[in-house]
């Protein structure tokens, strides 16, 4: 299947709002038609490739390009089939945390390394285990390195493959009453309740204020703004000029500020009637 999509990729029409919006219609009314859901994968599957390129920069070379551009499919598969649109969150940003999730949950759960690369990871934890215990401090590299009888070099090249993936919401000991690894994570920011409560209707006025914005300017402030993209890497991925990525990124700036300023000026009148 990814052969399939990377291949025609670089062949597929991109889509105007009105005529993406009525795909999704369709779809709607048919969950089932395969036909209209591949069209959508097509339409977004450059969310994949992004994810993609971004998870592959920080793996081994041992993890293959191929099998990570099928997990990241997986996941935009199951963000169009699952795909709710009542409960509010724009699909660009719920494709992304699922094709992302997708991708980790299946490198966690496979291993990519050899018998021999693996076991050279455990001598090495096993040596900084033993080194910790007997100096009451982490080893340096050099002293791991002299333990072995290996270059520096060789140690830090060995534990760089080390392809465990851990997560905040994996629990700390095996007991049921064990806790998440995120809920010992102390906040040293924390807003108070009336900070949370103003931040969490700023947040609401501004998600509002994105649904009214048409389909490819509210793409790119998801992209600019949640994903970090460029405006450059932006215009790669939609097919359009850097130049006219910058314009319609100022274009989407004003309308929102136009609306944002039209919210705050009708609270204000209904607070005073």
């Known amino acids: 299947m990814t052969e399939q999509f990377d291949s025609s990729y670089n062949n597929i029409k991109r889509l105007s709002d ?15 038609n395969k036909t209209y859901r591949d069209l959508l994968i097509m339409q977004y599957i450059y969310l994949t490739k992004y994810v993609v390129g971004r998870i592959k920069v ?9 099998d990570i551009s099928g997990y990241g499919i997986e996941g935009l ?13 724009r699909f660009e940003t719920y494709a992304l945390i699922r094709i992302r999730g997708c991708i980790i949950d299946k490198i966690r759960s ?6 021999s690369a693996r076991k ?3 001598d090495v934890k096993q040596a900084q285990e033993h080194l ?18 290996m270059e520096p070099q060789k140690v830090d090249q060995i534990l760089s493959e080390d392809t465990t993936i851990g997560s905040l919401y994996d629990k700390k000991g095996s007991s049921d009453d064990s806790v998440e690894i995120i809920d010992t994570i102390q906040d040293q920011n924390r807003l108070t309740p009336a900070e949370a409560m103003e931040e969490k ?10 649904k009214r914005l048409p389909e490819r300017e509210r793409m790119i402030m998801v992209l600019y703004y949640h994903e970090n993209m460029t405006l450059k890497e932006i215009g790669d991925t939609i097919e359009i000029s850097e130049s006219r990525v910058c314009q319609l990124h100022a274009q989407a700036i004003m309308k929102l500020k136009n609306i944002l300023s039209k919210n705050r000026l009708e609270r204000l009148h209904k607070s005073i009637i």
């Open 77 to 89: 598969i199951s963000a169009i089939e699952k795909y709710q649109p009542n409960k509010g969150a």
């Open 58 to 66: 920080s793996l081994p070379t041992t993890f293959s390009l191929e």
């Open 110 to 115: 496979e291993d990519f390394l050899p018998r």
């Open 201 to 210: 209707d700023v947040k609401a006025q501004l998600e509002n204020a994105l």
């Open 132 to 149: 910790r215990q007997k100096l009451g401090r982490p080893a340096t590299t050099l002293e791991v390195a002299d333990f072995l009888d």
């Open 120 to 122: 050279k990871i455990k």
């Open 18 to 32: 009105e005529e993406l919006e009525s795909l999704w219609n369709k779809y709607f009314e048919d969950r089932t």
